[in-house]
């Protein structure tokens, strides 16, 4: 979805501020949970920007990832990269907990909560925080782990300047957006067309 800067703005301006910015490196080799979530070792790298409470990131989630994971990712094609670009503070809160899971939890969590987006993120009333607990428990995630996870703002303010380098870097300008090599398209694209950019290579 396009970007509202207002809405980002006040997710990141707080935590940010409260922590000040930290370079992306140092984040990372500092903060283990910062590191790089991927799957598949093809030569070409696709990189994918997302929102968790983004419902076209959402659609692609549902209805194109399945295919690009076993046509593309598990054939040996391209190597994809899940970069957070959370669009709000339930969205960044949610990234920060799938980050506190085992790597290779990472993906199943991830697309759970895009197949129940509508339960989580949408509903009107809901307790955001406690639907996203539900499913981390699921996944395998201690309830203590889970409050632990949702408070921590010191992997949040990194996400949040990732997210940032992300922007300056390839000029993120809506949600979902592909990087595949250094070509950017954006929006909730098709499995041909994903395929098409794909052998464009």
């Excluded at 993906?107 to 499913?135: M, S």
């Amino acid at each position: 979805m396009p970007i509202d800067r207002r809405v980002v703005l006040a997710a990141a301006s707080g935590l940010l501020a409260a922590g000040g910015l930290v370079r992306p490196a140092a984040a990372q080799a500092d903060n283990p949970k910062l590191s790089e979530r991927s799957m598949g070792d093809g030569p070409l790298v696709v990189q994918e920007f997302f929102s968790l409470t983004c419902s076209h990131c959402g659609d692609f989630g549902r209805s194109t990832w399945p295919q690009v994971k076993a046509e593309l990712v598990q054939t040996g094609k391209i190597r994809f990269v899940w970069r957070d670009f959370p669009l709000d503070q339930i969205a960044l809160r949610a990234a920060v907990v799938a980050r506190y899971l085992p790597i290779p939890a990472y993906e199943p969590f991830i697309e759970t909560l895009f197949q129940t987006q509508d339960r989580w993120a949408f509903a009107r009333g809901v307790d955001h925080k406690t639907e996203i607990g539900k499913i981390a428990v699921l996944a395998g995630m201690p309830q203590a782990m889970f409050e632990t996870a949702w408070a921590d703002d010191a992997t949040a303010r990194g996400i949040l300047e990732l997210r940032q380098q992300g922007e300056r870097q390839y000029n993120i300008q809506a949600t979902p957006t592909f990087v595949f090599g250094s070509r950017t398209v954006s929006g909730a694209i098709p499995f041909d067309r994903f395929a098409q950019e794909v052998a464009r290579g």
